[in-house]
């Protein structure tokens, strides 16, 4: 019964009331970073441990899911943190979203809702630490995520699951280009965004973090293919630092017009 909720925070930090977004879930999991402080000072006893108290918290959520083209795009946003443009008048639209450089350089915190069948959790001031992009040609394209936020609080009021109408992506429809030819002996291709999110922790007279903290973001992209020992082979740009541009294109099944596309 577990579905996930987003939204983009109006104001840093402050929660929204509801979802604008829901995300279909694999493996969710939820984790509380409480800092438990361990007090040490010795009292005239073999003990380490003389009593604990609670420090600061801030919290994890992470989930699997499938790269549906309407919840990829914002995962791409907000790991980015720029603006979505989009080219084109009617279906099929272009998105394309750049690295946000301005400012403080902070990409835009989202406010989590995370329900489990029981309850729903509100995680504000949330910012994307990693977003890994799988497409394997044997299996459906799967996306995995790590949000870190601000101390999660539960709802009394849980809002209305309306959950993605898209198709996910079979990994057999994708198409790799490198330097502008089709490469035909690859099988699986990983991205993998990531930045370094940590909690800002001050002394406010709370437990809460200052704010959430995204570090700059690193690509990574790994690819598994048949080897081939000819003139001009990836290894051989590889070992040459050729450096070519990589393309990675892949559509929705039974849909030729709606792709996902990442350029390298």
Not at 200 to 211: D, E, R, S
Request: charge should be negative.
């Amino acid at each position: 019964l577990s579905w996930l909720g987003l939204k983009k925070e109006a104001v840093p930090g402050t929660a929204e009331t509801a979802p604008a977004a829901w995300v279909p879930l694999l493996a969710p999991v939820w984790t509380p970073n409480q800092l438990v402080i361990i007090d040490e000072a010795m009292r005239g006893n073999m003990g380490t441990n003389q009593g604990a108290t609670t420090g600061s918290r801030h919290d994890t959520i992470t989930y699997d899911t499938y790269p549906f083209l309407d919840t990829l795009m914002l995962h791409m946003q907000a790991m980015y943190g720029g603006t979505d443009v989009v080219t084109g008048t009617a279906d099929p639209y272009s998105h394309k979203v750049a690295l946000y450089n301005a400012t403080d350089g902070q990409p835009s915190s989202y406010t989590l809702f995370l329900y489990n069948g029981a309850e729903c959790w509100q995680m504000a001031g949330s910012k994307l630490a990693k977003v890994d992009v799988e497409l394997q040609a044997a299996a459906l394209g799967k996306t995995s995520q790590q949000w870190e936020g601000l101390s999660a609080v539960k709802m009394g009021s849980v809002p209305t699951n309306t959950p993605s109408t898209a198709s996910p992506w079979p990994g057999v429809n994708t198409v790799i280009t490198v330097g502008g030819v089709t490469a035909t002996s690859y099988s699986d291709v990983k991205l993998m965004f990531a930045r370094t999110v940590t909690p800002i922790i001050t002394a406010t007279g709370t437990a809460t973090p200052y704010a959430i903290f995204a570090g700059p973001l690193a690509l990574t992209i790994n690819v598994v293919g048949v080897y081939k020992g000819y003139t001009g082979s990836e290894l051989e740009k590889l070992l040459t630092n050729a450096n070519p541009a990589i393309t990675v294109q892949c559509n929705a099944v039974n849909d030729a017009t709606q792709i996902g596309r990442a350029h390298v």
